[in-house]
């Protein structure tokens, strides 16, 4: 029993506080890794910059395909232009359809004579039923 009991208290005192430094102190090199591994990522977070750069001279070639652009929306003034030209065309339909809206003036009047002549007819249904009396 005596035996037991020193085995014990020698346990704690010298044998498991040096595994345990140990372990601790392996824990302390594996918590200063991912300081290491922070360092790794803040070379990575470097790197990122100069793919921004990358993609800014991108952009700039954007502005370039816009100026670009620019030109080609320059080219639809002189397509609006030519719109223009055809929309003189549709004033010539224009005034074409109002010389063929001034002839139904004349079929208008064409009715009016025809309109007369019924008044003529109703003279004769006039002159028929005055024959009765």
Request: glycine share 0%; net charge negative.
């Amino acid at each position: 029993m005596v035996y037991l009991t020193s085995m014990v208290l020698a346990d704690d005192t010298s044998g498991p506080s040096h595994p345990n430094r140990l372990v601790d102190y392996t824990l302390d090199r594996f918590n200063k890794t991912p300081e290491l591994v922070d360092t790794e990522l803040d070379r990575f977070n470097k790197s990122p910059a100069i793919i921004d750069i990358e993609l800014e001279r991108m952009n700039n070639t954007t502005k370039l395909i816009d100026t670009e652009l620019d030109r080609f929306n320059k080219s639809p003034a002189i397509i609006d232009i030519e719109l223009e030209r055809m929309n003189n065309t549709t004033k010539l339909i224009d005034t074409e359809l109002d010389r063929f809206n001034k002839s139904p003036a004349i079929i208008d009047i064409e009715l009016e004579r025809m309109n007369n002549t019924t008044k003529l007819i109703d003279t004769e249904l006039d002159r028929f039923n005055k024959t009765p009396y």
